[in-house]
């Protein structure tokens, strides 16, 4: 039995088999031959998705009409029986994180080689630079930098993984920690003792960084907590949770890093 679906349910059921395939948004917009814009407006349900759409849909996702309007619907056990039914195009890609424990700490020691030694970079300001610059590189590149996860804590994002590989670099003697008070509050800073590796470093990857270290570096903890707590994939995401990368996506300004020469919406 089928039922007249929200815009809403139907952009749920499509965010949801899309990460069960593994594409990404810029996948589907090409398999459609639309802007990537109108695959977020779709999923966010801010757009009614047309009969043809739905059937290219369901060919690029491999589910059928008549169990994807179905009331009672299910997701899960709908992907595990079409799974392999449809392959789209070869160069689709898979979107789950991987850390590169060596990139990351070579961008952890290009950060504070950079901006470590200013009084307000401290544990909460150098997250939130790992944050964003791992998440614009993302918006801009579709693919990852660090490859770290983040989860959502009440102070903001918080890259997992983060204090094995300073311990690591603290063993090695490759950083210095420093505890240390800044405006009356306890602060815990990190000094580099040895140089970046520039040459593992992209000209795309070093830019994306620079300007997130130009833009954010010289703020306080709690202004940049603040602003990051505005931040669409940190909205978007239950306390403690691992925050999802594609809903850099969904950002608006002044957030969104990327630009989109997407076409107009048909009338």
Known sequence: MTTRLSPKQIGKRIVELRKLKGYSQEDLAKFLKIPRSS?????????????????????????????????????????????????????????????????????????LERCGGKP??????????????????????????????????????????????????????????????????????????????????????KEIIDRVIDRFSDWSASAISEFSHKDLPWKATEEGDIIDYELAFYRESPFSVRTYDDEPEQP
Do not use: C, W
């Open 39 to 111: 695959i977020a407006q779709m999923e966010l349900g801010n757009r009614n998705v047309s009969v043809i759409e739905i059937i290219k849909l369901s060919e690029a996702l491999g589910f059928s009409l008549d169990r994807f309007l179905a009331k009672e619907y299910r997701v899960k056990k709908e992907g595990k029986v079409v799974a392999d039914e449809v392959k789209v195009e070869q160069d689709m890609r898979i979107s789950v994180p991987k850390l590169r424990m060596s990139k990351f700490k070579n961008i952890l020691l290009y950060i």
């Open 120 to 205: 307000n970079v401290g544990e909460t300001v150098l997250y939130k630079l790992l944050y964003f610059s791992d998440f614009n590189f993302y918006e801009i590149y579709e693919e990852h930098l660090t490859g770290a996860q983040y989860r959502k804590l009440p102070y903001g994002p918080v890259p997992q993984k983060l204090d094995y590989l300073i311990s690591q670099m603290l063993e090695k003697g490759q950083l210095q920690r420093i505890k240390t008070e800044y405006h009356g509050y306890p602060q815990t800073r990190y000094i580099p003792m040895e140089k970046a590796d520039l040459t593992k470093m992209s000209a795309a990857e």
